[in-house]
């Protein structure tokens, strides 16, 4: 396994449109976390999977984002009406571990979203 | 709520100078927190991680104790390299979420 993997790396695209990512996290790992990343700040939490099931979601995510992990392998992350506000690095890491989030977290390359 | 307030950057070093990135933190309960690098170009990885208090967390030369007292978790490092070069980002969790520093730029010049 070569780590976790997201898709695309880049996308750029034009407010009001709809915009889907993917991850696929360490094959072993139950657990799967979503967070965005701005310039010259730390990544924000977002939501976090334990298996299949979505166990918590931050105030940042709003209406417009859904995320979804159906098997409990790969996840989506998907914008609806986009925002110029949106731009941002969307990273995903994953862990394994029967509990507590103490388990060292992966993270994958990120996908940079711009919107124009 | 909980939160990370990390030493603003840039941080520049010369070779094998002391480095110290301050990190200190608010949160109920008990965290677990950890020090994040990212090298150019790459993604976050874990540099090191102290789950109780007084833990210390040591990887790379790099070390940070983590002191309840003070609700600090300083990265130190005796002598950097320029490979040392990169984003150091402080991070706790006490529970389902993770909460991240803002980051410090370190160049480290020959």
């Known amino acids: 396994d070569t780590g976790v993997s997201q898709d695309p790396r880049h996308k750029i695209t034009k407010r009001g449109q709809n915009v889907t990512f993917r991850c696929d996290p360490i094959?072993?790992?139950?657990?799967l976390y979503w967070y965005r990343q701005t310039l010259g700040q730390g990544p924000e939490f977002l939501t976090y999977?334990?298996?299949?099931?979505?166990?918590?979601k931050s105030r940042l995510l709003s209406d417009r984002f859904s995320a979804e992990r159906p098997k409990g392998s790969f996840s989506t992350l998907e914008i609806q009406r986009t925002e110029q506000g949106d731009s941002a690095m969307y990273l995903c890491?994953?862990?394994?571990?029967?509990?507590?989030?103490?388990?060292?977290?992966?993270f994958g390359p990120g996908t940079r979203l711009t919107v124009t | 709520g909980d939160s990370v307030t990390q030493m603003e950057g840039p941080v520049t070093l010369s070779e094998e100078a002391f480095l110290t990135i301050n990190c200190t933190y608010t949160?109920?309960?008990?965290?677990?927190l950890f020090w994040y690098v990212q090298y150019p170009g790459e993604g976050l990885q874990l540099l090191l991680k102290?789950?109780?208090?007084?833990d210390k967390g040591s990887n790379k030369g790099f070390e940070a104790t983590y002191r309840k007292e003070t609700t600090s978790f300083h990265l130190e490092k005796g002598s950097v390299q320029v490979s040392d070069s990169a984003v150091y980002f402080c991070?706790?969790?006490?529970?389902?979420?993770?909460?991240f520093g803002t980051g410090t730029s370190l160049t480290v010049i020959p």
């Open positions: 890491a994953s862990s394994s571990g029967p509990g507590g989030l103490s388990y060292e977290q992966y």
């Open positions: 094959s072993e790992h139950n657990r």
């Open positions: 999977f334990q298996n299949e099931a979505q166990l918590e």
């Open positions: 949160a109920t309960g008990y965290p677990s």
């Open positions: 102290a789950t109780k208090a007084d």
């Open positions: 991070a706790l969790n006490t529970g389902n979420q993770f909460y």
